[in-house]
């Protein structure tokens, strides 16, 4: 776990998943009770069975999943293969990331979608935008030459 930078591992017995330990598993079943982690087994202290959602689940679905049966992290696998791991924290920080870069795109002024933030439409600026031809969508600097453009190409001589 320490090398991996994980606070849960998988234990497997002939290539299929049999449980899952955790960082609390450790702590409150084994050091707590000043047990010797070089005798416990891990089958002594795996939760069982381990809960699996399927890689087109929902992150809400994936939630209530761990809710229901008080657990913090579920496998994603599909056809007995392991595919990943969902945990909750990671899921709060990945929605606590989210709030605030919309909110700091929203403060400076950006237009954000609170819905997806990454559905950002910016909006044209009208403090500098250049006029346009109603008729041909030409683009032109002053009301002078767009009037002028209109009054020569699409109005042009009536008789």
Do not use: W
Request: charged share 20%; net charge positive.
């Amino acid at each position: 776990m320490k090398d991996s930078n994980t606070r849960s591992v998988l234990v497997s017995l002939g290539g299929e998943v049999i449980g899952i330990i955790s960082k609390t598993d450790i702590l409150f079943k084994v050091m707590s009770q000043g047990k010797n982690p070089a005798k416990i087994r891990l089958k002594e202290i795996m939760n069982t069975p381990v809960l699996a959602v399927g890689p087109k689940c929902t992150v809400q679905e994936a939630l209530s999943v761990m809710d229901k049966h008080v657990v913090r992290q579920v496998l994603v696998s599909s056809n007995s293969a392991v595919l990943g791991m969902i945990v909750r924290d990671e899921i709060f920080e990945k929605i606590q990331e989210a709030t605030i870069s919309t909110a700091d795109t929203a403060l400076r002024g950006t237009p954000v979608c609170i819905i997806n933030p990454k559905a950002i439409v910016y909006m044209k600026d009208s403090s500098n935008a250049k006029l346009s031809c109603p008729y041909c969508e030409l683009p032109f600097d002053s009301k002078e030459a767009l009037s002028t453009h209109v009054d020569k190409i699409h109005t042009g001589p009536i008789g």
